[in-house]
């Protein structure tokens, strides 16, 4: 069974830069599509951005096209999301999903795997 810790969250002015992990445990990690997901306070989670098994195909939110790049390393098991020019609105529980298929995933209901969650906070 794999799981997922994640790790890099904090507290950041707004315009400034944070990068999130995501460790996996076990041998098929590797071949598991990723994705992370936010919440805010009182807001229901949302979908911020998706990775294939392999990286060659990622997908974004609007919400954050243009400033957040997803990107895994297999050989460490680990995603990646960096986040740039930071907002106030991004501020939130981040949370990292895998899924055995390894095809790309947009939506809560086909992660079968979850962290624990990593809180940032994007102050003005």
């Known amino acids: 069974q794999v799981q997922l810790v994640e790790s890099g969250g904090g507290a950041v002015q707004a315009g400034g830069s944070l990068r999130l992990s995501c460790a996996a445990s076990g041998r098929t990690a590797s071949s598991y599509a990723q994705g992370w997901f936010r919440q805010a306070p009182g807001k229901e989670r949302e979908f911020v951005a998706a990775?294939?098994?392999?990286?060659?195909?990622?997908s974004y939110a609007d919400s954050v096209k243009g400033r957040f790049t997803i990107s895994r390393d297999n050989a460490k098991n680990t995603v990646y999301l960096q986040m740039n020019s930071l907002k106030p609105e991004d501020t939130a529980v981040y949370y990292c999903a895998a899924d055995p298929g390894g095809g790309i995933r947009k939506r809560e209901y086909e992660y079968r795997v979850w962290g624990q969650g990593t809180q940032v906070t994007v102050s003005s």
């Open positions: 990775i294939n098994w392999n990286g060659g195909i990622t």
